[in-house]
């Protein structure tokens, strides 16, 4: 069984930026690939970002390229999500997923808690 753990979540204005990780167990982190996801109040959970086992692979939603950044530290066993030039849109509850196959949409088999993501205007 793996566990996912969020943290870096927050509150911060418009325009600055957090860094969210997700620290992994039970399993080889190296042979799951990560994906993060978000859910704003009163609409579907939306991919925002994946990443590959090794890392070569990396897809992001349309929303957030160009502004997040996703990695990995397979020695730590810990995924990233950095996240600059905020916008309150992007407002919500951020999950980290995991699964031996990367995915762009909600397949994955192992999930995060969650953490909150509030950025005011």
């Known amino acids: 069984q793996v566990q996912l753990v969020e943290s870096g979540g927050g509150s911060v204005q418009a325009g600055g930026s957090l860094r969210l990780s997700c620290a992994a167990s039970?399993?080889?982190?190296?042979?799951?690939?990560v994906g993060w996801f978000r859910q704003a109040p009163g609409k579907e959970r939306e991919f925002v970002a994946g990443?590959?086992?090794?890392?070569?692979?990396?897809y992001y939603a349309d929303s957030v390229k160009g502004r997040f950044t996703i990695s990995r530290d397979n020695a730590k066993n810990t995924g990233y999500l950095q996240m600059n030039s905020l916008k309150p849109e992007d407002t919500a509850v951020y999950y980290c997923?995991?699964?031996?196959?990367?995915?762009?949409?909600?397949?994955?088999?192992?999930w995060g808690q969650g953490t909150q993501v509030t950025v005011s205007s």
């Open positions: 997923a995991a699964d031996p196959i990367l995915y762009s949409s909600g397949k994955y088999v192992y």
């Open positions: 039970g399993r080889t982190f190296s042979t799951l690939a």
């Open positions: 990443i590959s086992r090794s890392g070569i692979s990396i």
